[in-house]
């Protein structure tokens, strides 16, 4: 499990240092990502396609990513996106990680059924 700050504003040196300290936790089997959104100032095009970026990194290696503190104002640019969908969106990091930590919904319907 990582937890990543987002930069603050996206410019190509905040870009590519996070790109960077991404590729060095993606690299080590399955990758569990909370991003952390409160450092972002603004979530525009350019913030929603890292975030893109991060959740396509880790798919690749079976893993997934999961957003926590993003404000409701800034999720109109996810769904202006359609990223909404791809991403679970939490209140704080601390229930990101936890959420990494039980059965999905469908799962523990099944058990209960069994």
Not at 31 to 52: E, I, N, T
Not at 91 to 112: G, L
């Amino acid at each position: 499990m990582t937890v990543l700050q987002l930069p603050e504003r996206f410019s190509l040196d905040a870009a590519g240092n996070f790109a960077h300290e991404l590729e060095r936790c993606v690299n080590i089997g399955r990758p569990y990502l909370v991003l952390d959104c409160s450092a972002a100032s603004q979530l525009d095009k350019p913030m929603a396609g890292l975030l893109l970026y991060c959740l396509e990194e880790a798919m690749k290696r079976n893993g997934d990513v999961k957003l926590a503190c993003i404000s409701l104002a800034e999720q109109p640019m996810l769904q202006a996106v359609s990223a909404h969908r791809l991403f679970e969106a939490f209140d704080t990091v601390e229930e990101a990680i936890d959420s990494f930590h039980q059965f999905p919904s469908e799962a523990r319907e099944q058990e209960s059924a069994a």
